[in-house]
């Protein structure tokens, strides 16, 4: 074989492997429009009050630009396009979920507190990152990042979940990348700040949210000597007495099933009544929701607690993540156990759109929530529930490991 019938066969290959790869791309484009047009429908069709807070010409104006401009974006800028957009309808359960979508997060986590965002969980090797404050990102300070991503951030239904969950979106790096935020989509250069006011930087790459799953990570606890959890309960709901006082201490984070409840309940009345308890603090702070009803089968089981002192005995503690049937509940739980309402407002509303049920794009396999039902559980019309005792964690007792709402609180006893 000459050397010219060598050139045509390279060629050959090189045209054919071109064609091949241009025509997988093409087959494997995502049908934007057809889903675009389903997303609007559906939500139309299913949501029970769309235009409740953005006018439909203002929504229809906004998908238009997304859908005539399609073809000069690339699946994520459109998927953050659609998060903008459904941010506009104001409802914490109507949301673009990136569940289905693979994307990737820097390894670690953040939380608001006393103005600055603290690094509350990390991988091991990067411990020395732990309750220092993050910064900035590829030399971009953290209040302008927050400020960008605060306006796409996903289930928002007032400023105190618009803080939580800017930390939660701040992290995942196809965000800041499609946000021109940083220039890589699989690193970036992190500034810490830390106790002694010492900058610590640090290149970090990305990671799955499964490799994040299963590393090892250091974590900031916080706790208070008086509360001890017992060994083999279930991590989302159990209870334990407060040392030194007449108290029981119910960590309900997550709901269970409505049987599984009423076990609950009936171990934790006989519990209250076998010791004579006087006062009860549930704590759901860490409670995102659930199943409202579940919620009130709690209730029900308290109110059969006798010892109880119902004029000033009962605390539920929430947070900005106390959200959807968890707001709900503990709104529920101060009209029917007598309960103040201590630490901080909730991340949603107890009058609001909720009953959240979702559908899936066919083509991009994005997933929307949406809201069913209407609820209206206080005379506070659109704000959050507001706690009767304030109590914020405090910077002095997040070094320490202390949990400042929970030492507050039993100091009052």
Not at 71 to 76: A, I, M, R, T
Not at 129 to 145: A, C, M, Q, R, Y
Request: glycine share 4%; proline share 2%.
């Amino acid at each position: 074989m000459n050397s010219f019938q060598k050139t045509i066969i390279y060629c050959s290959i090189f045209i054919f492997s071109v064609f091949s790869a241009l025509f997988a791309q093409t087959s494997n484009k995502i049908n934007w429009k057809e889903d675009l047009k389903i997303y609007r429908a559906a939500l139309e069709q299913k949501h029970i009050d769309l235009y409740h807070s953005v006018t439909k010409e203002e929504f229809v104006n906004e998908w238009n630009n997304i859908y005539n401009t399609i073809d000069s974006l690339n699946d994520f800028e459109i998927i953050l396009k659609l998060m903008h957009l459904t941010r506009r309808i104001s409802d914490g359960h109507t949301a673009v979920s990136l569940k289905n979508i693979a994307t990737h997060r820097f390894p670690f986590e953040i939380e608001f507190i006393e103005g600055q965002w603290y690094v509350v969980k990390t991988l091991n090797k990067n411990k020395q990152i732990l309750k220092t404050t993050l910064e900035s990102i590829n030399g971009i300070p953290v209040d302008t990042i927050a400020q960008k991503v605060s306006e796409i951030a996903q289930f928002v239904e007032n400023e105190y979940s618009l803080t939580q969950r800017t930390g939660s979106y701040l992290t995942i790096s196809e965000v800041l990348f499609h946000l021109n935020l940083i220039d890589a989509t699989h690193k970036a250069t992190f500034s810490f700040r830390n106790q002694n006011n010492e900058f610590i930087t640090l290149e970090l790459a990305t990671i799955t949210n499964e490799m994040w799953e299963g590393s090892g990570i250091s974590e900031l606890h916080l706790t208070v000597p008086e509360i001890e959890k017992p060994d083999n309960v279930n991590p989302d709901l159990w209870f334990t007495s407060i040392s030194n006082t007449k108290a029981v201490y119910i960590n309900f984070e997550n709901y269970p099933s409505f049987e599984d409840m009423q076990v609950f309940g009936e171990q934790l009345v006989s519990y209250i009544q076998q010791n004579q308890m006087k006062k009860v603090i549930i704590d759901m702070r860490e409670n995102g929701g659930g199943d409202l009803y579940v919620g009130t089968v709690l209730a029900y089981a308290l109110n059969l607690a006798d010892s109880i002192d119902w004029k000033n005995g009962v605390f539920v503690l929430t947070s900005h993540k106390t959200f959807s049937a968890a707001t709900s509940n503990a709104a529920l739980f101060k009209q029917l156990l007598n309960a103040k309402i201590v630490g901080q407002p909730t991340g949603s509303n107890p009058n609001g759109y909720q009953d959240m049920d979702s559908f899936t794009l066919p083509n991009s396999k994005l997933v929307i929530t949406y809201s069913k039902r209407l609820f209206r559980l206080s005379n506070q019309v659109n704000t959050a529930l507001q706690p009767n005792i304030n109590i914020n964690q405090k910077r002095t007792d997040l070094f320490n490991g202390t949990d400042t709402v929970l030492k507050e609180l039993i100091n009052r006893f």
